[in-house]
Every structure is written in C-alpha cells, then in structure tokens.
C-alpha cells in the first residue's frame, strides 16, 4: 500500500464510520507500531503517519535519563541504576548531541525497514486497528443518540425476529419489542414509523437504543410534534395517562386565560387532534383541562362523565371521594374500570367512585 493508497483508505473510513481522522490516524500508528514491534523485536519503537501525505516512517528511540539515579531493591537497599543502552543514554551524553535535550526526552533514529513493511505490518495489525475503529464509531454514535432519551424518532423497520423489530435510526438500530406495539397495529417491512426512546444501553458490548410505541411519552411528544402552541409555551402540558390501544388522557392548560388549550389540541375541523389519532390507530384521548385545584381537576378528568361531586377526603395521601348520579356513575367509572383508572393516574389521586345513593346510605352530605 502506496501512501496515495493509504490516504484514501483513510479517508474512505472517516467517511463512511463519520468518525475523526485523528483517530482514526492514531489508532493506525498504535496497531502499526504493535506489528513492527512484533515483527522485528524492536520495543523502543514506534509508527508516524504523516496526516497530510500518507508517509509512514519508524523510528526507534532512545530516552534520556539521569547520569546518577539512585534506586531501592526488594530487600530495601540503595544502588545507583545502571543504564541500558540500547534504550537509555545519560543526559551529559545526550547534550553533546543536541544541548537541547532534557531528562525525559528522547532521541529518534529512523529505522523505516526497506522490504515491504506495509503488506506485512497492515496484516498484523489488521485487527488493531478495526478494534481502534469500532470504538471511535461506538463513541461517536453514542454523543450522537445519548441526548435522545425521552425523544421520538423517525425511522425504518429494516428486520424482525420472533420478539422484535430492529428500526433504522441512521447510524444504528433501535430494537423495538413486539410488546411495545400498539395492541392490534401491523407493521411492515420497508415502512417509516415513530417511536419513543424508553433507554439508551451502553453498559454491554454493544449500544442497545430500546424504543416503544406503547409510552405514554410517546402521545407527549406526538402532541409536541403536532401542536406548535407546545413549542413556543402557549400551550403546556401538565401530564399524561395512557392504556395503549384503548384510550389516553392528557391534561394541557395555558398561562394565558384567554387562550383555548384544548382547542389548540384539536385544530380547525379536527386537523390535529386528527394525525396524532391516525398515528395511534384509532386509540381514543381525552383532552382534559388541567386546574390547580384539585377537585376539578378530578372532575374535568373523569370526563366523559359530568355533573360529579369530588371530596378531598386526605390531601397528604391524594384520596378523593367522588359521588356520581345514576346517569354518569358508569361513565366515570368506564369499560373495564379503565375511565377511573387513567383519571387516577393522570391526576394522582386514590379515587373512591360512588353514587349517589351509596354515597347518601354512607351518610356522606353532598351539597
């Protein structure tokens, strides 16, 4: 290899692993002196590459070192170092080379053998240096999908397995498990979908980007993406509770009393509100105003039921009692419990549903 050949070579690898050429620079010169020094014996030695031509040249060194320098054997005792000379020279004798030098410097001796030490020398270090590489891209991939957490991403479904999806992100895979679907959504090869990083996993060989459709993080940042009242701070988001597949709260509310958080949500016609159900498959959410106070903050999020009487029974343990008609007692409540149960989560509170003929056998008062 011609050093013309070996600086494309090198640039073909920054290119193709985006990764620095210094690295990559460094990591040939370390694999390079790791093969000279294994071919020829020599472990005062080392590989420059000159970045700009491709040249390569070794030199073998020498450091200099102290004339007198006193040293302790096992046993305790004192002794003067005695120098080798192959890899150390005295200080005196290194200023009658070049006056310059100092302890701890060395003198190079260019030793670039004549026969064909790239073909033998790039063999051996072959494995080196695509070590070298691979941990240069794992670190670059990592800066580039660490702030990512907690983000949505677009991206491919290139493979599958029994228990996964492997998405395309760019520059690496993210595993989306089977699980993390959408109940009853299909996927096809080829397709682009959002997902929602749950976990960046950098603690094994190999960087693992875990992602999920089935979040509630991933309806947050779908309301982001859609409603541009999020990005700018008109419209702000106070929490999220979801039962993926079936239905999602998501309590919003504005700083500006003047402003219609819930009818920014849902644009003109339904527009917005309408990409983000597509996206969910026909998942069903509730828009919910969030309020301060928490009992109508329980009452706006039992919704669709209306007409509710909501007592904070302990604030220090977020209980609640709610009284329900006849009429909306099996609205707030909801199929399978789910109604009471996102309203629960969306608000942080234990709630205890009843209606109003319990309430009233219970003695409880309502006004």
């Known amino acids: 290899m011609n050093a013309k050949e070996f600086l494309t070579a090198l640039d073909n690898i920054v290119a193709e692993k985006n990764i620095d050429r210094n690295i990559v620079i460094e990591a040939m010169e370390t694999a390079l002196t790791t093969a000279y020094k294994k071919n020829y014996g020599k472990n005062n030695s080392k590989v420059i590459i000159n970045p700009d031509t491709g040249e390569i040249k070794v ?10 320098e006193e040293v302790e054997d096992e046993e ?3 002794h003067l170092k005695e120098i080798n000379p192959e890899l150390e020279i005295k ?9 310059n030098l100092e302890i701890g410097d060395t003198i ?10 790239s073909r033998v020398a790039t063999s051996t270090a072959k494995q080196v240096v695509i070590q070298k590489i691979r941990e240069a891209e794992r670190s670059s991939i990592l800066a580039e999908f660490e702030g990512k957490e907690g983000e949505l991403l677009l991206g491919t479904v290139e493979l599958e397995d029994t228990d996964n999806f492997y998405i395309n992100l760019g520059r690496s895979n993210g595993i989306l498990p089977r699980r993390e679907l959408i109940p009853g959504e299909k996927i096809e090869m080829g397709s682009r979908i959002k997902v929602y990083v749950t976990k960046i996993d950098n603690s094994g060989r190999n960087l693992v980007i875990k992602l999920s459709r089935t979040h509630y993080g991933f309806v947050r940042r779908l309301f982001e993406l859609e409603i541009p009242e999020f990005q700018d701070g008109t419209v702000l988001m106070h929490a999220v509770a979801r039962e993926a597949g079936v239905r999602s709260k998501v309590a919003v509310y504005s700083e500006n009393p003047n402003f219609d958080p819930i009818g920014a949500c849902i644009g003109n016609k339904g527009s917005r509100i309408g990409s983000i159900l597509k996206e969910l498959k026909g998942e069903k959410v509730d828009l919910i105003k ?3 106070d928490p009992k109508i903050f329980i009452e706006n999020a039992l919704s669709p039921a209306k007409n509710l009487t909501v007592l904070i029974m302990d604030p220090k343990k977020n209980e609640a009692l709610v009284v329900a008609d006849k009429e909306n007692f099996s609205l707030a409540i909801g199929k399978k419990g789910i109604n009471a149960k996102l309203a629960s989560r969306l608000t942080k509170y234990k709630l205890d549903i009843k209606n109003a003929e319990d309430a009233k056998e219970l003695g409880i008062k309502i006004q």
């Open 59 to 68: 030199y073998s060194y020498i450091t200099v070192v102290a004339d007198q």
């Open 76 to 78: 305790g005792n004192k």
């Open 91 to 99: 200080v005196s004798d290194a200023k009658k080379i070049n006056k």
């Open 108 to 117: 190079d001796t260019l030793v670039t053998p004549k026969d064909d030490f």
């Open 290 to 292: 969030y309020d301060k």
